[in-house]
């Protein structure tokens, strides 16, 4: 007389461990056991803040003038070269002319810094404070 012995919850390790070494085969049932999706005791330890949060509570503390903050962030200046702009349109000068200097976009505007006196000119000029005399 064999007799099947099944695996309980509420089973002893000890009492499976008996059952595996009699070579006698065992069901586990896992739907009886509870495992929640979340952890419980689980909680989000860090918060962001937004850019006036972080600078309000920089302007209560005292820092070292040697400790960088958003307030004392030097940086070095920029390997780009200046973009130039033309001084009728405001477009990005690709061209310079050379007898008055002026920045110009096209061919058009060119053509519109030819016609344009020497008084003209001058004020353009001294918009974009370039202090140069035109003779």
């Known amino acids: 007389m064999?007799?099947?012995?099944?695996?309980?919850?509420?089973?002893s390790s000890s009492g499976t461990a008996d059952q595996f070494s009699q070579g006698q085969a065992s069901v586990l049932n896992m739907a009886h056991i509870h495992k929640p999706f979340k952890n419980p005791k689980w909680q989000v330890s860090k918060k962001t803040k937004n850019l006036k949060q972080i600078i309000t509570m920089e302007k209560a503390k005292e820092y070292k003038t040697s400790t960088p903050t958003y307030w004392?962030?030097?940086?070095?200046?920029?390997?780009?070269?200046?973009?130039?702009?033309?001084?009728?349109?405001?477009?990005?000068?690709?061209?310079?002319?050379?007898?008055?200097?002026?920045?110009?976009?096209?061919?058009?505007?060119?053509?519109?810094?030819?016609?344009?006196?020497?008084?003209?000119?001058?004020?353009?000029?001294?918009l974009r404070n370039a202090a140069v005399v035109l003779k």
């Open 2 to 11: 064999a007799s099947s012995v099944t695996a309980s919850p509420a089973s």
């Open 72 to 126: 004392n962030i030097e940086a070095l200046p920029s390997m780009t070269p200046q973009k130039k702009y033309c001084d009728i349109t405001g477009l990005e000068a690709r061209y310079t002319d050379p007898k008055t200097r002026l920045r110009y976009h096209s061919t058009e505007v060119y053509q519109l810094i030819k016609n344009q006196p020497i008084g003209v000119v001058q004020q353009y000029l001294g």
